[in-house]
């Protein structure tokens, strides 16, 4: 059954022909079929073309960075970390008995406020896009709606039957997607209000990643698999296996083109989404990885796990750096907007900044 999308981007009756939904066999075949990812005219007239990504013109090179901050005020592991879109505050969130949200100046590495975010493990960190709002999901079934500006609580979704694992957001800011132990939900943060399920009981999501046309939405899954779906029309658009191990990262490249995916197996790969080809596989890590973040910029990837964290770069593969004093494990990872600055969050509860060495200025041409 087809259920219809009612948001600020996508209006009631507002849908698209794809092709039938398949499942793949082999990464040798399409992931998207080339009419849906090359479908970008999608938002509604309140898009703002601000909200697009662009190259970093600061060239951070990441062979080369300093520590800019060490924040300790957290008293268990710091579960996720989210800039807000100015990059001047970072968020963090730590697990079971300190479900604290902590403000911090980035310039000064300051707390600024904090608030008790949650009852247990806050699993799900964003700001939206436009920076209005901050969202937060706990372990449990509740997700939080925080004023993005002034830090003040909102309201609450109660929708979800059970754990809470991951969140994205629309490019527009204007929807939800939630994924947890209990399947898929999709929500209206304007209007603040569920819109449907997209996959119920028996479908659990470990991870999700949202493509840069909005429609798209990608989760990985506890064996493996990760699925590929059409948030337009609530439909299946692909699946297949890229790992053997629970997924815990999804992330499609700025460009919308390639899909990041990240394993407990110890390995990130990229996967052209046209061809469903294997296009890197970043092998390094010799113990499980918990999390993956890639810089705005497209350029460069950060994995952390319980071997600490890396830098790669993503075009080539390469491996540019190994975090230093990261011999913790790593839970958490966020790169500032400007693709400058990497925040780090450990099993210690601390949060370490890392600032790139700022190379010459990207040269840009006129129109």
Do not use: C
């Amino acid at each position: 059954m087809k259920l219809k999308l009612l948001s600020s981007s996508l209006f009631l009756g507002l849908f698209i022909a794809i092709a039938p939904s398949l499942t793949l066999n082999s990464q040798a075949q399409p992931l998207i079929p080339d009419e849906v990812i090359r479908n970008q005219n999608f938002l509604d007239t309140d898009y703002d073309a601000d909200y697009e990504v662009t190259p970093s013109p600061f060239n951070p090179n990441w062979r080369n960075f300093t520590l800019l901050h060490t924040l300790d005020k957290h008293k268990a592991p710091v579960f996720n970390l989210a800039f807000n879109p100015q990059g001047n505050i970072l968020v963090s969130v730590g697990s079971h008995n300190d479900p604290v949200l902590r403000f911090w100046a980035v310039s000064s590495g300051k707390q600024i406020a904090s608030d008790r975010g949650h009852a247990t493990t806050v699993t799900g960190l964003a700001y939206t896009p436009d920076g209005s709002t901050l969202v937060s999901a706990a372990q449990g079934t509740a997700i939080n709606l925080w004023n993005g500006r002034n830090r003040r609580y909102i309201s609450t979704f109660l929708e979800h039957a059970n754990n809470i694992l991951a969140i994205a957001i629309t490019p527009d800011s204007g929807t939800l997607v939630s994924g947890g132990l209990d399947g898929i939900r999709v929500w209206n943060l304007r209007y603040r209000r569920l819109l449907f399920t997209l996959t119920g009981v028996g479908n659990p999501s470990y991870a999700l990643g949202m493509h840069p046309n909005g429609f798209i939405i990608a989760s990985g899954n506890r064996e493996g698999k990760v699925s590929l779906w059409n948030l337009r029309t609530a439909e299946l658009i692909s699946e297949f296996f890229p790992h053997q191990k629970e997924i815990n990262g999804v992330i499609f490249t700025p460009d919308g083109n390639r899909l990041i995916t990240s394993s407990a197996e110890r390995t990130v790969k990229i996967w052209d989404l046209a061809t469903g080809e294997l296009i890197q596989e970043f092998e390094g890590h010799r113990d499980r990885i918990r999390t993956i973040a890639l810089s705005p910029d497209g350029q460069t990837l950060a994995s952390g796990g319980n071997d600490g964290a890396r830098i790669w770069d993503v075009k080539t593969g390469m491996l540019l750096a190994v975090v230093p004093s990261s011999n913790d494990w790593i839970q958490s990872l966020a790169f500032s907007p400007d693709s400058t600055m990497l925040a780090v969050g450990a099993f210690n509860s601390k949060i370490t900044i890392w600032q790139a060495r700022i190379g010459d200025p990207v040269a840009t041409t006129n129109p």
